[in-house]
């Protein structure tokens, strides 16, 4: 069963230091991974997306890593902002046996800045 | 339009009716997702659009649950007979094709009471 677990479940910072963030993943075939920010009543925004080849990413504040031969993933946040308070993400794309994208979802790691 | 519109933003109905949710994705985007978030859970895929065709739905819970998108374009979730536990955020998503950034709507907030 493709699956996507992410630690840790919450997380609480002062505002100014970094954090990382994991995710693994059961999903095959894999196509690609994401980490979206969802802020509280909102829809989730992408923040990158990495395909197998790709080892890392970055989007301003958040760099994330992608290792495909141990199926792990990390969202590292630089001197984090208050405005980095969300619930962030993981999106494991594979191919389901009907031949589409499948996206499987992580339950999230709720993260809160305090100043 | 600009983004992914869903309507109703909230609907409230009593179990035992049919509910219809409406998904209006961005246009030309030709992947479509339907997935559903309980409060304080992760979301849970539903079903997938490429283009009218249903190509998966095996994220459909029961068979109360049913989508189409006749032309390619809107999507409507329907749900019968609803219980409570079908309570949550119901969201759909969009892309311009597989593999492609998804651009997610603001969801409807389904209670059923």
């Known amino acids: 069963k493709n699956q996507v677990e992410q630690s840790p479940q919450s997380l609480i910072i002062l505002e100014g230091k970094n954090c990382t963030l994991q995710c693994n993943y059961t999903v095959s075939p894999f196509s690609n991974l994401r980490w979206y920010k969802q802020d509280t009543g909102r829809g989730p925004v992408s923040l990158t997306i990495?395909?197998?080849?790709?080892n890392t990413k970055s989007n301003g504040r958040y760099t994330a890593t992608l290792d495909a031969d141990t199926k792990q993933s990390s969202l590292h946040i630089t001197a984090s902002q208050l405005s980095d308070s969300a619930s962030y993400i993981c999106v494991v794309s594979g191919i389901s046996n009907f031949g589409n994208e499948k996206l499987t979802f992580g339950t999230g790691t709720r993260l809160t800045i305090i100043p | 339009g600009a983004g992914v519109s869903q309507s109703p933003r909230y609907k409230v109905t009593k179990r035992g009716q049919d509910v219809a949710l409406r998904c209006d994705p961005i246009?030309?985007?030709?992947?479509l997702y339907w997935y559903r978030q309980a409060l304080g859970q992760g979301p849970e895929f539903l079903t997938y659009?490429?283009?009218?065709?249903?190509?998966?739905k095996s994220g459909l819970p029961n068979d109360r649950f049913s989508a189409e998108r006749p032309e390619g374009s809107i999507s409507t979730l329907t749900i019968q007979r609803t219980e409570q536990r079908d309570s949550a955020m119901y969201r759909c998503?969009?892309?311009?094709?597989?593999?492609?950034?998804?651009?997610f709507g603001s969801g409807t907030r389904l209670t059923v009471v």
């Open positions: 659009f490429n283009y009218e065709a249903q190509q998966d």
């Open positions: 990495m395909t197998f080849s790709e």
């Open positions: 998503a969009s892309s311009l094709a597989m593999g492609q950034g998804y651009t």
């Open positions: 246009s030309g985007h030709v992947s």
